[in-house]
């Protein structure tokens, strides 16, 4: 019989010295548009702190006036003393803002997106979702008793297929605002269509359209024209936090109340927290001068990256990916980047799918022109 130490000695061994092998390394500060290590400081073109919020004067100090008031944490879960002014206020601020009648708070995306598919489906409903669907949205759909179907990737004829069979139980249709590896948007307005014609519910994670895209940034689905019977936004992004929301109607919000297991045992966030959320929406709602100069950084580097050696993703998002495809090639380039104090991160599989290894560039409100003239310098210089 193997024990514990020799079946994870194995697994390590494995997977050390290959170009999937995971490391950490710790930041002394970061923002938006500067990343500051023990090695010095870098451009930073991997953060998803998209409107530079993070460092916001207001939010800090309405954290810190939140835990003036509160603390620095909440005392429990929601359900038994976690459940604050604080966070009944952002709640409440959330849904009006995006035109629902009810929001939930999170811990995560992640805890949102498997709190909500583990309370809600059953052994004969099924869940369709876009393939390239973010590991959290597949992780709780393969753990549901539900049956899992793909559909290609932004591929409404694909859905439509799926939808046409026959099923006895409920039908989700599950995909993203924006896809954080392509950086390519979903065809919402004709998946919504879709899934409503066959009876079924829409569950759309915008983590990287919300704040960034729409009248007072309400996102994806509001520029579109589409309202999923579940959203979930996410504030590690745009909002420069951390935590999540389900917007939803009054019924669904009582029943997550009732089963959503990951909101019922998990500490809530800290009030001082949903404090500076409070304030992060209030900038994001009057952030079009951000989201102007987000758009600005956007179409520069795309413009300015077309005599590039290499043909950049169609996304106008503030992803931007560049397929290498090797791994090694692609951790090569990323090291060469970071040789010239521009901090690119490779993404490998299983991250994204196989010979697929690509350099994630992500725009920030906070870079300027001469921030992405370095990075542009950097990849013309690379070798590639």
């Given at each position: 019989?193997?024990?514990?130490?020799?079946?994870?000695?194995?697994r390590?061994?494995?997977?050390?010295?290959t170009?999937?092998?995971?490391?950490?390394?710790?930041?002394?500060?970061?923002?938006?548009?500067?990343?500051?290590?023990?090695?010095?400081?870098?451009?930073?073109?991997?953060?998803?702190?998209?409107?530079?919020?993070s460092q916001n004067?207001?939010?800090?100090?309405?954290?810190?006036?939140?835990?003036?008031?509160?603390?620095v944490?909440?005392?429990?879960?929601?359900?038994v003393?976690?459940?604050?002014?604080?966070?009944?206020?952002?709640?409440?601020?959330?849904?009006?803002?995006?035109?629902?009648?009810?929001?939930?708070?999170?811990?995560?995306?992640?805890?949102?997106?498997?709190?909500?598919?583990?309370?809600?489906?059953?052994?004969?409903?099924?869940?369709?979702?876009?393939?390239?669907?973010?590991?959290?949205?597949?992780?709780?759909?393969?753990?549901?008793?539900?049956?899992?179907?793909?559909?290609?990737?932004?591929?409404?004829?694909?859905?439509?297929?799926?939808?046409?069979?026959?099923?006895?139980?409920?039908?989700?249709?599950?995909?993203?605002?924006?896809?954080?590896?392509?950086?390519d948007?979903?065809?919402?307005?004709?998946?919504?269509?879709?899934?409503?014609?066959?009876?079924?519910?829409l569950?759309?994670?915008?983590a990287h359209?919300?704040?960034?895209r729409?009248?007072?940034?309400?996102?994806?689905?509001w520029?579109?024209?589409?309202?999923?019977?579940?959203?979930?936004?996410?504030?590690?992004?745009?909002?420069?936090?951390?935590?999540?929301?389900?917007?939803?109607?009054?019924?669904?919000?009582?029943?997550?109340?009732?089963?959503?297991?990951h909101l019922?045992y998990?500490?809530?966030m800290?009030?001082?927290?949903?404090?500076?959320?409070s304030?992060?929406?209030?900038?994001?709602?009057?952030?079009?001068e951000?989201?102007?100069?987000?758009?600005n950084?956007?179409?520069?580097?795309?413009?300015?990256a077309?005599?590039?050696?290499?043909?950049?993703?169609?996304?106008?998002?503030?992803?931007?990916?560049?397929?290498?495809?090797d791994?090694e090639?692609?951790?090569?380039?990323?090291?060469?980047?970071?040789?010239?104090?521009?901090?690119?991160k490779?993404?490998?599989?299983?991250?994204?799918?196989?010979?697929s290894?690509?350099?994630?560039?992500?725009?920030?409100?906070?870079?300027?022109?001469?921030?992405?003239?370095?990075?542009?310098?950097?990849?013309?210089?690379?070798?590639?």
């Open positions: 019989m193997m024990n514990w130490s020799d079946s994870i000695s194995r390590l061994a494995e997977r050390r010295g170009s999937l092998w995971r490391s950490r390394q710790v930041h002394l500060g970061s923002c938006g548009q500067l990343l500051d290590t023990s090695d010095g400081q870098y451009l930073n073109f991997s953060s998803n702190d998209y409107l530079g919020l004067p207001q939010i800090i100090a309405a954290w810190q006036q939140g835990a003036e008031r509160y603390g944490g909440s005392g429990g879960s929601g359900h003393t976690g459940y604050t002014a604080a966070h009944h206020m952002l709640e409440q601020q959330l849904a009006e803002w995006l035109g629902y009648p009810r929001a939930l708070l999170f811990i995560s995306g992640y805890a949102a997106n498997q709190g909500v598919i583990a309370a809600l489906m059953e052994k004969e409903d099924r869940i369709i979702a876009d393939r390239l669907s973010h590991a959290s949205l597949m992780e709780a759909a393969m753990q549901s008793p539900a049956q899992l179907r793909r559909f290609l990737h932004n591929n409404p004829d694909s859905l439509k297929q799926h939808l046409a069979k026959e099923c006895t139980g409920k039908t989700l249709v599950v995909t993203e605002g924006i896809f954080s590896m392509d950086g948007s979903a065809p919402l307005d004709v998946i919504a269509q879709q899934t409503q014609s066959a009876g079924g519910w569950m759309v994670d915008d359209g919300i704040g960034i729409g009248d007072e940034g309400r996102g994806s689905c520029l579109q024209d589409v309202k999923p019977e579940l959203l979930i936004v996410t504030f590690g992004k745009a909002f420069g936090l951390s935590g999540a929301a389900v917007l939803c109607d009054e019924q669904t919000a009582e029943y997550l109340i009732q089963y959503a297991r019922i998990s500490t809530s800290p009030p001082a927290q949903a404090v500076a959320l304030e992060a929406v209030r900038q994001i709602r009057a952030g079009d951000l989201r102007h100069r987000l758009q950084n956007i179409r520069y580097f795309r413009r300015e077309q005599n590039l050696p290499f043909s950049l993703v169609d996304s106008e998002t503030v992803i931007q990916p560049v397929i290498i495809g791994n090639r692609c951790i090569a380039l990323s090291h060469l980047l970071m040789q010239q104090k521009v901090w690119v490779a993404i490998l599989p299983p991250t994204v799918p196989p010979n290894a690509r350099l994630r560039i992500t725009l920030t409100a906070n870079h300027t022109r001469q921030d992405i003239d370095v990075l542009l310098e950097a990849l013309r210089g690379s070798g590639y």
